[in-house]
């Protein structure tokens, strides 16, 4: 894959996950400002419950995030698309599905 096309991808990612961040964002400041209303009685369990939800997919957001970093770093020192692991080359397909793949489909099913 050249340069420009994992440029482009690695943008992309980053775009599509700090959008999600934001949603997750916006979607926590409006359960907690509708947990402070007054109304029915609801059950207390649920706002404790939808904001571990809610921060379980920011931590996964932000480790996303975090990878696409890597990839990027990767990319800028020449690495990327090769395996992290073992050096051997990383198929197109498997970077155009995952554009931060770190490693070959096979070391990744390895434990």
């Given at each position: 894959m050249d340069n420009e096309r994992a440029a482009a991808l690695l943008k992309?990612?980053?775009?599509?996950v700090t959008s999600l961040?934001?949603?997750r964002t916006a979607i926590r400041d409006a359960e907690k400002q509708a947990a402070g209303e007054t109304g029915d009685w609801i059950d207390r369990a649920v706002?404790?419950?939808s904001e571990e939800i809610?921060?379980?997919l920011a931590k996964s957001l932000k480790a996303r995030l975090d990878a696409v970093g890597r990839a990027e770093k990767r990319l800028a020192n020449g690495t990327y698309g090769v395996s992290v692991r073992s050096?051997?080359?990383i198929p197109e397909e498997r970077l155009?599905?995952?554009p931060t793949a770190e490693?070959?489909?096979e070391e990744a099913r390895r434990p």
């Open positions: 992309a990612e980053r775009e599509r961040l934001e949603q706002p404790l419950t809610n921060d379980a050096g051997q080359p155009e599905a995952d490693l070959t489909v």
